[in-house]
């Protein structure tokens, strides 16, 4: 499965975006999928993830929490990150990842994973 992010950009605070992941193959649409982020200096962290069961099993950093929404849409092999409320400490650069089970939360559990995308937040 090969995964592809894009919509990064920069937009001011307070502003949104929406980042896309599309998948090159139907069998993703079984797998969990979910965005992670890495700024400058930083480890990668978790930001939300959402299993084949859709909405009723997404989970999200408490740092995103009621302003990011991961959804997906099968018909198109595509998850989205829509992220309103953009605060400067948003930066970095997102990846989406793709695992066959659970929304696990820790980066060595996803197997695949995209090339990120670059969102910067000014204040």
């Known amino acids: 499965v090969q995964l592809q992010a894009s919509g990064g950009g920069l937009v001011q605070a307070g502003g949104s975006l929406r980042l896309s992941c599309a998948a090159s193959?139907?069998?993703?649409?079984?797998?969990?999928v979910a965005w992670f982020r890495q700024a400058p200096g930083k480890e990668r962290e978790f930001v939300a993830a959402?299993?084949?069961?859709?909405?009723?099993?997404?989970v999200y950093a408490d740092s995103v929490k009621g302003r990011f929404t991961i959804s997906r849409n099968n018909v198109k092999n595509t998850a989205y990150l829509q992220m309103d409320s953009l605060k400067p400490e948003d930066t970095a650069v997102y990846l989406c990842?793709?695992?066959?089970?659970?929304?696990?939360?820790?980066?060595?559990?996803?197997?695949?994973w995209g090339q990120g995308t670059l969102v910067t937040v000014s204040s």
């Open positions: 990842a793709a695992q066959k089970f659970g929304t696990d939360v820790r980066v060595p559990a996803y197997g695949y």
């Open positions: 959402m299993s084949n069961w859709g909405v009723s099993s997404a």
């Open positions: 193959a139907r069998t993703v649409n079984s797998y969990t």
